[in-house]
């Protein structure tokens, strides 16, 4: 299974963007999850949701963005609403199948 993110941008503060994460397979058994790396700091957890549907999220996200999942169109989306500078980064999509793929990223910028 291949994945590809998109959806990335520039976007003002306060603002919002939607990113998809298109399966090349099936993701209905699969938990799938988006991260993102900042410049010079490491990878991390934004958002996982489990192949029946719960979300999980991290603290700095909650509140103002929303993982969800379409198993029939095989993609994960993450709605992003008020939207900070310190959400400026590359985001990554996984999934884990038989093995854990990454997708490419997707660069999200956030202006003041």
């Avoid at 603290?59 to 993450?78: E, H, M, P, Q, W």
């Amino acid at each position: 299974v291949q994945l590809q993110a998109f959806g990335g941008g520039l976007v003002q503060a306060g603002g919002s963007l939607r990113l998809s994460c298109a399966a090349s397979g099936s993701i209905f058994s699969s938990n799938m999850g988006w991260y993102r790396q900042a410049p010079g700091k490491q990878r991390e957890l934004v958002a996982v949701i489990a192949p029946g549907g719960s979300p999980n999220y991290a603290d700095s996200v909650k509140g103002r963005f929303t993982i969800s999942r379409d198993n029939a169109k095989n993609t994960v989306y993450l709605q992003m609403n008020s939207l900070k500078l310190e959400d400026t980064a590359v985001y990554l999509c996984y999934g884990r199948f038989d093995r854990g793929v990454w997708g490419q990223g997707t660069l999200v910028t956030v202006s003041s």
